[in-house]
Protein backbone atom coordinates (compact mmCIF):
# COMPACT_ATOMS: atom_id res chain seq x y z
CA UNK A 1 0.00 0.00 0.00
CA UNK A 2 1.27 3.03 -0.75
CA UNK A 3 1.08 6.26 2.56
CA UNK A 4 0.28 9.31 0.68
CA UNK A 5 -0.34 12.87 2.23
CA UNK A 6 -0.08 13.56 5.82
CA UNK A 7 0.42 10.79 7.30
CA UNK A 8 3.13 11.00 10.41
CA UNK A 9 4.66 8.48 10.95
CA UNK A 10 4.26 8.76 14.68
CA UNK A 11 5.50 5.84 16.60
CA UNK A 12 3.87 4.53 20.14
CA UNK A 13 5.11 6.02 23.08
CA UNK A 14 5.54 2.27 25.03
CA UNK A 15 7.59 1.41 21.58
CA UNK A 16 9.87 3.70 21.78
CA UNK A 17 10.97 3.83 25.43
CA UNK A 18 11.59 -0.28 24.50
CA UNK A 19 13.36 0.83 21.87
CA UNK A 20 15.45 3.32 23.86
CA UNK A 21 16.47 0.77 26.71
CA UNK A 22 17.24 -1.71 24.20
CA UNK A 23 19.84 0.52 23.01
CA UNK A 24 21.12 1.16 26.46
CA UNK A 25 21.31 -2.54 27.45
CA UNK A 26 23.07 -2.56 24.50
CA UNK A 27 25.63 -0.13 24.34
CA UNK A 28 26.16 -1.08 28.18
CA UNK A 29 27.02 -4.76 27.23
CA UNK A 30 29.30 -3.18 24.19
CA UNK A 31 31.21 -1.35 26.42
CA UNK A 32 30.84 -3.43 29.44
CA UNK A 33 34.46 -3.07 30.58
CA UNK A 34 34.06 0.44 30.53
CA UNK A 35 31.31 0.57 32.83
CA UNK A 36 33.11 -2.14 35.32
CA UNK A 37 36.21 0.43 34.98
CA UNK A 38 34.12 3.24 36.59
CA UNK A 39 32.61 1.43 39.30
CA UNK A 40 35.10 1.49 42.23
CA UNK A 41 35.67 5.25 41.45
CA UNK A 42 31.49 5.71 41.66
CA UNK A 43 31.59 3.18 44.72
CA UNK A 44 34.31 5.50 46.47
CA UNK A 45 32.20 8.82 46.03
CA UNK A 46 28.99 7.15 47.33
CA UNK A 47 30.78 5.39 50.21
CA UNK A 48 32.71 8.63 51.74
CA UNK A 49 31.14 11.60 50.28
CA UNK A 50 27.72 10.80 49.75
CA UNK A 51 27.00 8.36 53.02
CA UNK A 52 28.28 11.30 55.48
CA UNK A 53 26.02 13.51 54.04
CA UNK A 54 23.35 11.44 55.01
CA UNK A 55 25.07 11.80 58.41
CA UNK A 56 23.69 15.23 58.59
CA UNK A 57 20.47 13.81 60.14
CA UNK A 58 22.22 13.39 63.83
CA UNK A 59 22.17 17.15 63.59
CA UNK A 60 18.31 16.65 64.42
CA UNK A 61 19.06 14.16 67.23
CA UNK A 62 20.32 14.72 70.61
CA UNK A 63 23.16 12.43 69.64
CA UNK A 64 26.03 12.09 72.01
CA UNK A 65 28.89 10.34 73.82
CA UNK A 66 25.87 10.44 76.19
CA UNK A 67 23.16 9.25 74.12
CA UNK A 68 24.21 6.60 72.15
CA UNK A 69 22.61 6.22 68.68
CA UNK A 70 20.20 3.66 70.29
CA UNK A 71 19.03 6.30 72.69
CA UNK A 72 19.43 9.43 70.77
CA UNK A 73 15.62 11.31 69.73
CA UNK A 74 15.02 13.58 67.17
CA UNK A 75 14.63 17.57 68.62
CA UNK A 76 14.62 18.98 65.44
CA UNK A 77 15.94 22.81 65.44
CA UNK A 78 16.81 21.97 68.85
CA UNK A 79 20.75 22.03 68.48
CA UNK A 80 20.69 24.64 65.96
CA UNK A 81 19.10 27.24 68.30
CA UNK A 82 21.40 26.51 71.46
CA UNK A 83 23.99 26.78 68.72
CA UNK A 84 23.47 30.32 68.05
CA UNK A 85 23.00 31.12 71.89
CA UNK A 86 26.84 29.44 72.24
CA UNK A 87 29.31 32.00 72.81
CA UNK A 88 31.94 29.30 71.48
CA UNK A 89 30.06 29.29 67.98
CA UNK A 90 29.59 32.95 67.89
CA UNK A 91 33.32 33.65 68.56
CA UNK A 92 34.36 30.90 65.72
CA UNK A 93 32.33 32.78 63.40
CA UNK A 94 33.48 36.22 64.19
CA UNK A 95 37.30 34.80 64.23
CA UNK A 96 36.24 32.96 60.69
CA UNK A 97 35.36 35.70 58.99
CA UNK A 98 37.78 38.24 60.22
CA UNK A 99 40.68 35.89 59.08
CA UNK A 100 39.12 35.28 56.08
CA UNK A 101 38.56 38.69 55.43
CA UNK A 102 42.48 39.44 56.58
CA UNK A 103 43.52 36.35 53.63
CA UNK A 104 41.43 38.65 51.07
CA UNK A 105 43.12 41.53 51.74
CA UNK A 106 46.61 40.48 52.18
CA UNK A 107 47.72 36.85 50.74
CA UNK A 108 44.93 37.46 47.99
CA UNK A 109 46.90 39.98 46.74
CA UNK A 110 50.49 38.57 47.66
CA UNK A 111 51.12 36.30 45.07
CA UNK A 112 49.68 38.97 42.11
CA UNK A 113 52.30 41.57 43.06
CA UNK A 114 55.09 38.92 42.96
CA UNK A 115 53.81 38.27 39.91
CA UNK A 116 53.92 41.07 38.10
CA UNK A 117 57.55 42.22 39.89
CA UNK A 118 58.87 39.11 38.84
CA UNK A 119 57.31 39.71 35.49
CA UNK A 120 59.66 42.82 34.75
CA UNK A 121 62.77 41.48 35.72
CA UNK A 122 65.29 41.29 32.67
CA UNK A 123 67.85 38.50 34.03
CA UNK A 124 66.20 35.30 32.88
CA UNK A 125 68.44 33.08 35.20
CA UNK A 126 67.61 35.38 38.07
CA UNK A 127 64.10 35.10 37.23
CA UNK A 128 64.08 30.87 37.78
CA UNK A 129 66.29 31.23 40.40
CA UNK A 130 63.92 33.37 42.36
CA UNK A 131 60.89 31.17 41.38
CA UNK A 132 62.26 28.05 42.52
CA UNK A 133 62.91 30.04 45.73
CA UNK A 134 59.65 30.99 46.27
CA UNK A 135 58.06 28.06 45.46
CA UNK A 136 59.66 25.94 48.04
CA UNK A 137 57.16 26.63 51.19
CA UNK A 138 54.02 25.36 49.32
CA UNK A 139 56.01 21.34 50.31
CA UNK A 140 56.73 22.73 53.17
CA UNK A 141 53.52 21.17 56.16
CA UNK A 142 52.26 22.75 58.48
CA UNK A 143 53.88 21.25 61.18
CA UNK A 144 57.13 21.61 59.87
CA UNK A 145 55.89 25.89 60.12
CA UNK A 146 55.22 25.36 63.69
CA UNK A 147 58.34 23.92 64.28
CA UNK A 148 60.46 26.61 62.13
CA UNK A 149 58.78 29.65 63.30
CA UNK A 150 58.09 28.63 66.73
CA UNK A 151 62.19 29.00 66.44
CA UNK A 152 62.39 32.19 65.17
CA UNK A 153 59.95 33.39 67.29
CA UNK A 154 61.03 31.88 70.37
CA UNK A 155 61.64 34.78 72.81
CA UNK A 156 64.69 32.86 74.44
CA UNK A 157 66.16 31.52 71.36
CA UNK A 158 65.00 32.95 68.44
CA UNK A 159 65.68 35.60 66.49
CA UNK A 160 63.92 38.92 67.67
CA UNK A 161 65.89 39.02 70.60
CA UNK A 162 68.93 39.17 68.99
CA UNK A 163 67.15 41.62 66.36
CA UNK A 164 65.97 43.65 69.09
CA UNK A 165 69.64 44.25 70.80
CA UNK A 166 70.96 45.20 67.30
CA UNK A 167 68.45 48.43 67.69
CA UNK A 168 69.15 49.06 70.73
CA UNK A 169 65.87 47.66 73.28
CA UNK A 170 67.07 45.91 75.98
CA UNK A 171 63.64 45.53 77.30
CA UNK A 172 61.40 42.06 77.33
CA UNK A 173 60.83 40.26 73.77
CA UNK A 174 57.89 38.25 73.86
CA UNK A 175 56.83 35.56 71.29
CA UNK A 176 54.43 36.63 68.87
CA UNK A 177 52.73 33.41 68.47
CA UNK A 178 51.38 33.56 71.78
CA UNK A 179 49.96 37.16 71.75
CA UNK A 180 46.53 37.70 70.89
CA UNK A 181 47.41 41.17 69.27
CA UNK A 182 49.70 39.76 66.84
CA UNK A 183 48.48 36.03 66.17
CA UNK A 184 46.31 37.11 63.33
CA UNK A 185 49.13 38.92 61.56
CA UNK A 186 51.19 35.91 62.04
CA UNK A 187 48.46 33.94 60.33
CA UNK A 188 48.36 35.65 57.63
CA UNK A 189 51.96 36.30 57.39
CA UNK A 190 52.28 32.73 57.25
CA UNK A 191 49.65 31.73 54.68
CA UNK A 192 51.61 34.07 52.78
CA UNK A 193 55.19 32.61 53.47
CA UNK A 194 53.62 29.41 52.16
CA UNK A 195 51.50 30.01 49.22
CA UNK A 196 52.01 32.99 47.28
CA UNK A 197 55.19 32.09 45.96
CA UNK A 198 53.53 29.29 44.35
CA UNK A 199 50.70 31.17 43.97
CA UNK A 200 53.02 33.21 41.38
CA UNK A 201 52.68 30.44 38.95
CA UNK A 202 49.04 30.90 37.53
CA UNK A 203 49.74 34.58 37.55
CA UNK A 204 52.65 33.88 35.15
CA UNK A 205 51.07 32.03 32.68
CA UNK A 206 48.23 34.35 32.23
CA UNK A 207 50.65 37.04 31.68
CA UNK A 208 52.66 35.06 29.53
CA UNK A 209 49.54 34.60 27.54
CA UNK A 210 49.35 38.23 27.11
CA UNK A 211 49.66 39.06 23.47
CA UNK A 212 53.32 40.61 23.08
CA UNK A 213 52.44 42.59 19.55
CA UNK A 214 49.83 44.71 22.90
CA UNK A 215 52.91 45.68 23.62
CA UNK A 216 54.64 46.40 21.20
CA UNK A 217 52.07 48.55 19.51
CA UNK A 218 52.35 50.45 22.62
CA UNK A 219 56.08 51.31 22.75
CA UNK A 220 55.94 52.40 19.51
CA UNK A 221 53.09 55.01 20.13
CA UNK A 222 55.44 55.74 23.14
CA UNK A 223 53.90 54.51 25.84
CA UNK A 224 55.47 54.87 29.65
CA UNK A 225 55.91 51.75 31.75
CA UNK A 226 53.11 52.86 34.00
CA UNK A 227 51.39 53.23 30.73
CA UNK A 228 51.94 49.48 29.34
CA UNK A 229 50.73 48.26 32.06
CA UNK A 230 47.85 50.12 33.17
CA UNK A 231 46.19 49.66 30.05
CA UNK A 232 48.07 46.41 28.43
CA UNK A 233 49.28 43.81 31.59
CA UNK A 234 46.19 44.97 34.48
CA UNK A 235 43.64 44.32 31.89
CA UNK A 236 44.65 41.25 30.70
CA UNK A 237 44.87 39.61 34.35
CA UNK A 238 41.71 41.62 35.02
CA UNK A 239 39.39 38.42 34.36
CA UNK A 240 41.59 35.94 35.83
CA UNK A 241 41.60 38.40 39.38
CA UNK A 242 38.21 39.02 38.93
CA UNK A 243 37.22 34.92 38.92
CA UNK A 244 39.81 33.89 41.54
CA UNK A 245 38.74 36.62 44.12
CA UNK A 246 35.21 35.75 43.90
CA UNK A 247 35.93 31.66 44.75
CA UNK A 248 37.67 32.91 47.77
CA UNK A 249 34.92 35.13 48.61
CA UNK A 250 32.69 32.15 48.05
CA UNK A 251 35.20 30.02 50.86
CA UNK A 252 34.91 32.93 53.20
CA UNK A 253 33.48 29.94 56.19
CA UNK A 254 36.91 27.97 55.28
CA UNK A 255 39.30 29.67 56.92
CA UNK A 256 42.68 27.09 56.85
CA UNK A 257 41.89 24.98 58.98
CA UNK A 258 45.25 22.60 58.70
CA UNK A 259 47.03 26.01 59.42
CA UNK A 260 45.01 27.15 62.44
CA UNK A 261 44.81 23.58 64.18
CA UNK A 262 48.63 23.43 63.71
CA UNK A 263 49.92 26.91 64.78
CA UNK A 264 47.31 27.93 67.47
CA UNK A 265 47.74 27.59 70.97
CA UNK A 266 45.25 28.21 74.34
CA UNK A 267 46.82 31.58 74.96
CA UNK A 268 45.25 32.72 71.49
CA UNK A 269 42.05 30.79 71.30
CA UNK A 270 40.23 34.02 71.93
CA UNK A 271 41.58 35.64 68.22
CA UNK A 272 42.09 31.83 66.36
CA UNK A 273 39.07 29.54 66.92
CA UNK A 274 37.13 29.27 63.82
CA UNK A 275 34.44 26.97 62.91
CA UNK A 276 35.95 24.56 61.78
CA UNK A 277 38.29 23.89 64.75
CA UNK A 278 35.47 24.46 67.17
CA UNK A 279 33.52 21.53 65.07
CA UNK A 280 36.60 19.37 66.03
CA UNK A 281 36.82 20.76 69.72
CA UNK A 282 32.79 19.90 70.45
CA UNK A 283 32.63 16.68 68.38
CA UNK A 284 35.75 14.84 68.75
CA UNK A 285 36.82 16.51 71.66
CA UNK A 286 33.89 16.92 74.16
CA UNK A 287 32.10 13.98 71.81
CA UNK A 288 28.52 16.23 71.66
CA UNK A 289 28.65 14.72 67.88
CA UNK A 290 24.84 16.14 67.27
CA UNK A 291 25.68 19.39 68.76
CA UNK A 292 28.90 19.59 66.60
CA UNK A 293 27.22 18.43 63.20
CA UNK A 294 24.88 20.95 63.69
CA UNK A 295 27.60 23.55 63.13
CA UNK A 296 29.23 21.53 60.80
CA UNK A 297 25.41 21.50 58.53
CA UNK A 298 25.32 25.85 59.02
CA UNK A 299 28.76 25.84 57.95
CA UNK A 300 28.00 23.01 54.61
CA UNK A 301 24.98 24.90 53.81
CA UNK A 302 25.52 28.18 54.07
CA UNK A 303 29.38 28.16 52.32
CA UNK A 304 27.32 25.82 49.50
CA UNK A 305 25.08 28.51 48.77
CA UNK A 306 28.28 31.09 48.70
CA UNK A 307 30.00 29.02 46.14
CA UNK A 308 27.27 28.32 43.93
CA UNK A 309 26.80 32.47 43.74
CA UNK A 310 30.22 32.86 43.87
CA UNK A 311 30.61 30.81 40.78
CA UNK A 312 27.70 31.66 38.91
CA UNK A 313 28.96 35.30 38.89
CA UNK A 314 32.54 33.94 38.20
CA UNK A 315 31.12 32.22 35.04
CA UNK A 316 28.96 35.52 33.84
CA UNK A 317 32.24 37.28 33.54
CA UNK A 318 34.09 34.61 32.12
CA UNK A 319 32.54 31.92 30.08
CA UNK A 320 34.34 29.14 29.91
CA UNK A 321 35.55 29.05 33.77
CA UNK A 322 35.10 25.89 35.29
CA UNK A 323 36.52 22.89 35.65
CA UNK A 324 33.68 20.77 35.19
CA UNK B 1 61.90 46.17 26.83
CA UNK B 2 63.48 49.51 26.01
CA UNK B 3 66.36 49.97 28.76
CA UNK B 4 65.76 53.34 29.71
CA UNK B 5 67.69 55.26 33.29
CA UNK B 6 63.75 54.85 34.71
CA UNK B 7 63.82 51.66 33.69
CA UNK B 8 67.20 50.74 35.35
CA UNK B 9 65.92 51.99 38.42
CA UNK B 10 63.09 50.20 38.64
CA UNK B 11 65.12 47.09 37.70
CA UNK B 12 67.14 47.39 40.96
CA UNK B 13 64.15 48.13 42.76
CA UNK B 14 62.51 44.94 41.61
CA UNK B 15 65.17 42.98 41.72
CA UNK B 16 66.06 44.77 45.88
CA UNK B 17 62.57 43.70 46.56
CA UNK B 18 62.93 39.80 45.06
CA UNK B 19 66.06 39.64 46.81
CA UNK B 20 64.31 40.58 49.97
CA UNK B 21 61.48 38.36 49.68
CA UNK B 22 63.82 35.31 48.37
CA UNK B 23 65.65 36.02 51.79
CA UNK B 24 62.53 35.70 54.20
CA UNK B 25 61.71 32.73 52.41
CA UNK B 26 64.70 31.38 52.69
CA UNK B 27 65.97 31.95 56.15
CA UNK B 28 63.81 30.32 58.55
CA UNK B 29 64.78 27.19 56.82
CA UNK B 30 68.43 27.77 57.15
CA UNK B 31 67.51 29.11 60.83
CA UNK B 32 66.32 25.91 61.77
CA UNK B 33 69.12 23.71 59.46
CA UNK B 34 71.77 25.71 61.07
CA UNK B 35 70.73 25.51 64.63
CA UNK B 36 70.32 21.98 64.43
CA UNK B 37 73.83 21.50 63.85
CA UNK B 38 75.47 23.85 66.02
CA UNK B 39 76.26 23.24 69.69
CA UNK B 40 73.65 23.66 72.04
CA UNK B 41 74.95 25.49 74.41
CA UNK B 42 76.43 28.00 72.03
CA UNK B 43 73.02 27.98 70.16
CA UNK B 44 70.88 29.12 73.26
CA UNK B 45 71.52 32.25 73.07
CA UNK B 46 69.44 32.79 70.04
CA UNK B 47 70.17 35.57 67.22
CA UNK B 48 70.76 34.89 63.57
CA UNK B 49 71.98 31.59 62.21
CA UNK B 50 73.71 31.66 59.07
CA UNK B 51 76.41 29.32 59.87
CA UNK B 52 76.27 27.15 62.44
CA UNK B 53 77.36 27.93 66.36
CA UNK B 54 79.87 25.71 66.96
CA UNK B 55 78.86 22.68 64.90
CA UNK B 56 77.60 19.46 66.70
CA UNK B 57 75.91 16.32 65.06
CA UNK B 58 74.60 15.91 68.86
CA UNK B 59 70.85 16.80 68.60
CA UNK B 60 70.85 14.47 65.44
CA UNK B 61 72.39 11.63 67.62
CA UNK B 62 70.05 11.87 70.25
CA UNK B 63 67.06 11.77 68.07
CA UNK B 64 68.21 8.64 66.11
CA UNK B 65 68.65 6.84 69.70
CA UNK B 66 64.67 6.76 69.51
CA UNK B 67 63.25 4.36 67.84
CA UNK B 68 59.85 6.75 67.50
CA UNK B 69 60.95 8.71 64.70
CA UNK B 70 62.32 5.20 62.63
CA UNK B 71 58.59 3.89 63.16
CA UNK B 72 57.15 7.46 61.88
CA UNK B 73 59.61 7.54 59.42
CA UNK B 74 58.52 4.27 57.74
CA UNK B 75 55.23 5.09 58.59
CA UNK B 76 54.63 8.32 56.24
CA UNK B 77 56.99 6.38 53.67
CA UNK B 78 54.50 3.57 53.15
CA UNK B 79 51.65 6.05 53.47
CA UNK B 80 53.05 8.16 50.77
CA UNK B 81 53.85 5.03 48.15
CA UNK B 82 50.64 2.99 48.68
CA UNK B 83 48.40 6.00 49.33
CA UNK B 84 49.49 7.47 46.07
CA UNK B 85 49.83 4.38 44.22
CA UNK B 86 45.96 3.79 45.38
CA UNK B 87 45.40 7.41 44.36
CA UNK B 88 46.46 7.06 40.97
CA UNK B 89 44.71 3.91 39.81
CA UNK B 90 41.70 5.09 40.91
CA UNK B 91 41.83 8.26 39.90
CA UNK B 92 42.34 7.47 36.96
CA UNK B 93 40.24 4.37 36.55
CA UNK B 94 37.78 6.94 37.01
CA UNK B 95 38.90 9.87 34.85
CA UNK B 96 39.13 8.19 32.06
CA UNK B 97 35.46 6.18 31.48
CA UNK B 98 34.33 9.68 31.79
CA UNK B 99 35.85 11.38 29.55
CA UNK B 100 34.06 8.80 26.58
CA UNK B 101 31.65 10.50 25.54
CA UNK B 102 29.48 8.10 24.59
CA UNK B 103 29.48 6.67 28.55
CA UNK B 104 26.29 6.88 29.24
CA UNK B 105 25.19 9.17 32.49
CA UNK B 106 28.36 10.85 32.17
CA UNK B 107 27.19 13.98 32.80
CA UNK B 108 25.11 13.02 35.68
CA UNK B 109 28.26 11.08 37.48
CA UNK B 110 30.09 14.18 36.41
CA UNK B 111 28.18 16.55 38.23
CA UNK B 112 27.29 14.17 40.90
CA UNK B 113 31.29 14.13 41.67
CA UNK B 114 30.99 18.13 41.44
CA UNK B 115 28.96 18.67 44.04
CA UNK B 116 31.06 16.92 46.09
CA UNK B 117 33.31 19.97 45.97
CA UNK B 118 30.52 22.14 46.95
CA UNK B 119 29.22 20.52 49.83
CA UNK B 120 30.37 17.52 52.49
CA UNK B 121 28.92 16.10 55.28
CA UNK B 122 31.58 17.50 57.84
CA UNK B 123 34.10 16.32 60.03
CA UNK B 124 31.90 14.38 61.97
CA UNK B 125 30.10 12.61 59.58
CA UNK B 126 32.62 11.31 58.44
CA UNK B 127 34.80 10.11 61.40
CA UNK B 128 31.65 8.59 62.61
CA UNK B 129 31.79 6.87 59.07
CA UNK B 130 35.22 5.42 59.64
CA UNK B 131 34.90 4.07 62.70
CA UNK B 132 31.72 2.40 61.49
CA UNK B 133 34.16 0.88 59.09
CA UNK B 134 36.46 -0.05 61.95
CA UNK B 135 39.09 1.72 60.44
CA UNK B 136 39.77 3.79 63.40
CA UNK B 137 43.50 3.05 64.29
CA UNK B 138 44.37 1.33 61.12
CA UNK B 139 46.86 3.02 58.82
CA UNK B 140 44.08 2.36 55.72
CA UNK B 141 42.13 5.77 57.72
CA UNK B 142 44.76 7.62 56.04
CA UNK B 143 44.49 6.30 52.97
CA UNK B 144 41.28 5.11 51.87
CA UNK B 145 38.88 8.21 52.98
CA UNK B 146 40.98 10.51 50.16
CA UNK B 147 41.17 8.18 47.94
CA UNK B 148 40.14 10.25 44.97
CA UNK B 149 40.52 13.90 44.56
CA UNK B 150 37.85 15.60 42.93
CA UNK B 151 39.99 18.32 41.71
CA UNK B 152 42.65 16.07 40.72
CA UNK B 153 40.18 13.36 39.00
CA UNK B 154 38.21 16.33 36.71
CA UNK B 155 42.17 17.54 35.74
CA UNK B 156 42.94 13.92 34.56
CA UNK B 157 39.36 13.42 32.65
CA UNK B 158 39.82 16.72 31.05
CA UNK B 159 43.14 15.94 30.09
CA UNK B 160 42.29 12.56 28.72
CA UNK B 161 39.23 14.52 27.01
CA UNK B 162 41.93 16.92 25.15
CA UNK B 163 43.23 14.06 23.53
CA UNK B 164 42.25 13.05 19.70
CA UNK B 165 39.14 10.99 20.14
CA UNK B 166 40.58 8.92 16.79
CA UNK B 167 42.84 7.49 19.86
CA UNK B 168 40.28 5.87 21.47
CA UNK B 169 37.74 5.03 18.36
CA UNK B 170 40.21 3.25 16.41
CA UNK B 171 41.41 1.39 18.52
CA UNK B 172 38.17 0.53 20.01
CA UNK B 173 36.85 -0.25 16.51
CA UNK B 174 40.00 -2.69 16.25
CA UNK B 175 38.57 -4.93 19.22
CA UNK B 176 40.91 -3.26 22.11
CA UNK B 177 39.37 -3.41 25.11
CA UNK B 178 39.54 -0.29 27.42
CA UNK B 179 42.50 -1.38 29.75
CA UNK B 180 44.19 -2.22 26.88
CA UNK B 181 43.53 1.23 25.38
CA UNK B 182 44.47 3.33 28.70
CA UNK B 183 47.43 1.38 29.47
CA UNK B 184 48.96 1.02 26.33
CA UNK B 185 47.77 3.90 24.17
CA UNK B 186 46.47 6.61 26.64
CA UNK B 187 48.59 6.55 29.93
CA UNK B 188 51.89 6.73 27.85
CA UNK B 189 50.67 9.94 25.70
CA UNK B 190 49.46 11.29 29.42
CA UNK B 191 53.04 11.12 31.46
CA UNK B 192 53.44 14.56 32.00
CA UNK B 193 50.09 15.17 33.31
CA UNK B 194 50.11 11.76 35.34
CA UNK B 195 53.75 12.63 37.10
CA UNK B 196 52.06 16.31 37.95
CA UNK B 197 48.86 14.95 39.53
CA UNK B 198 51.17 12.09 41.03
CA UNK B 199 53.47 14.33 42.93
CA UNK B 200 50.14 16.21 43.95
CA UNK B 201 48.91 13.35 45.77
CA UNK B 202 52.64 12.33 47.42
CA UNK B 203 53.04 16.05 48.86
CA UNK B 204 49.59 15.78 50.44
CA UNK B 205 50.52 12.00 52.10
CA UNK B 206 53.81 13.18 53.15
CA UNK B 207 52.39 16.56 54.69
CA UNK B 208 49.18 15.92 55.85
CA UNK B 209 48.99 15.37 60.00
CA UNK B 210 45.24 16.12 60.96
CA UNK B 211 43.82 12.98 59.72
CA UNK B 212 46.69 11.09 61.67
CA UNK B 213 45.63 13.34 64.90
CA UNK B 214 42.21 12.34 63.94
CA UNK B 215 41.82 8.89 63.54
CA UNK B 216 45.44 7.05 65.03
CA UNK B 217 45.47 6.51 68.81
CA UNK B 218 48.48 3.93 68.90
CA UNK B 219 52.06 5.19 68.53
CA UNK B 220 53.25 2.92 66.77
CA UNK B 221 51.03 3.80 63.99
CA UNK B 222 52.11 7.50 63.99
CA UNK B 223 53.34 9.69 60.84
CA UNK B 224 56.19 11.74 60.80
CA UNK B 225 54.22 14.88 60.61
CA UNK B 226 52.67 14.22 64.09
CA UNK B 227 56.15 12.66 65.33
CA UNK B 228 57.19 16.08 64.57
CA UNK B 229 54.48 17.29 66.16
CA UNK B 230 54.59 15.93 69.32
CA UNK B 231 57.88 16.50 69.67
CA UNK B 232 57.45 20.40 69.26
CA UNK B 233 54.09 20.80 71.80
CA UNK B 234 55.99 18.76 74.30
CA UNK B 235 58.37 19.90 76.27
CA UNK B 236 58.90 17.36 78.27
CA UNK B 237 61.92 14.75 77.49
CA UNK B 238 59.90 11.93 78.59
CA UNK B 239 59.02 11.11 74.87
CA UNK B 240 61.98 9.21 74.46
CA UNK B 241 62.44 6.99 76.64
CA UNK B 242 65.51 5.07 75.25
CA UNK B 243 68.28 7.68 75.78
CA UNK B 244 69.12 8.29 79.32
CA UNK B 245 71.74 10.80 79.29
CA UNK B 246 69.33 13.15 78.07
CA UNK B 247 68.27 14.09 81.57
CA UNK B 248 71.44 15.11 82.37
CA UNK B 249 71.59 17.75 79.55
CA UNK B 250 67.92 19.09 80.21
CA UNK B 251 66.47 21.65 78.33
CA UNK B 252 69.88 22.72 76.58
CA UNK B 253 69.76 19.51 73.62
CA UNK B 254 65.69 19.96 73.95
CA UNK B 255 65.38 22.94 71.42
CA UNK B 256 68.18 21.34 69.23
CA UNK B 257 66.71 18.22 69.37
CA UNK B 258 63.57 19.74 68.05
CA UNK B 259 65.60 21.34 65.02
CA UNK B 260 66.80 18.16 64.51
CA UNK B 261 63.41 16.47 64.14
CA UNK B 262 62.18 19.41 61.97
CA UNK B 263 65.12 19.02 59.29
CA UNK B 264 64.39 15.48 59.13
CA UNK B 265 61.04 15.99 58.72
CA UNK B 266 61.34 18.16 56.06
CA UNK B 267 64.91 17.01 53.99
CA UNK B 268 63.30 14.68 51.81
CA UNK B 269 60.85 17.26 50.20
CA UNK B 270 63.84 19.72 50.30
CA UNK B 271 66.09 17.28 48.46
CA UNK B 272 63.66 15.99 46.05
CA UNK B 273 62.12 19.63 45.66
CA UNK B 274 64.15 21.10 43.04
CA UNK B 275 64.69 17.84 40.45
CA UNK B 276 60.65 17.62 40.13
CA UNK B 277 59.78 21.44 40.27
CA UNK B 278 58.87 21.43 36.66
CA UNK B 279 56.31 18.46 37.02
CA UNK B 280 54.49 21.30 39.73
CA UNK B 281 54.48 23.73 37.14
CA UNK B 282 53.03 21.84 34.70
CA UNK B 283 50.58 20.31 36.66
CA UNK B 284 49.25 23.70 37.44
CA UNK B 285 49.16 25.20 34.15
CA UNK B 286 47.65 21.55 33.25
CA UNK B 287 45.03 22.08 35.73
CA UNK B 288 44.03 25.89 34.63
CA UNK B 289 43.26 25.22 31.23
CA UNK B 290 39.48 25.95 30.81
CA UNK B 291 37.33 23.68 29.64
Redesign the interface.
Same mark, same amino acid.
Given at each position: MNYTGNHSYKVSNTKRYKKKYNN #?IR??RK $?K???L??I?? #?I??I??????????S?AFTDYSIYKPMSEASFIGLENFNKLFGTFGFNRALRNTIIISIYNLLFSFPAPII?AL #??N????KT?KRT?Q??????H? #?????I???????F?S????I???AEMVGYSGKVQNIMNLQSTFRAFLVGTNI?KTA??GT??YM?TLASINPELYEAA?VDGAT?WQQTWHITLPGLRSTIVILLIMRAGRILNAN??QI??LYNPFVYEVSEVL?TY??KM??GEAK?SF??AA??F???I??IL??VTNWLAKKI $?S $????? | MSKTKSGKIFQYIFVIILLVYGFMTLYPVCHVIMYSISDPKKAMGGGLFFLPKGLSFESFRLLFQTKEVFIAYRNTIFVTVVGTCINMIMTAGLAYPLSIRRFIGRNFISLAIYFTMLFSGGMIPLYLLVESLGLIDSIWALILPGTISAWNMFIMRNYFQGLPCELEESASLDGASPMVILFRIILPISKPMLAAIALFYAVVHWNSYFNCILYINTQSKQTLQVFLRSMLTYTSMQQMATATDLDALGELTEESVKMATIVVSVIPMLIVYPFLQKYFVTGIMIGSIKG
Open positions: #IML $DLLYMAPG #IYFLFHYVPMYGIIL #ILEVWNFVTVIYLPF #ISWIVLGIFSAISSTGVKRLWGFILAIRFEYAEIYGIFSTGVKAIGFVV $D $DYGIY | -
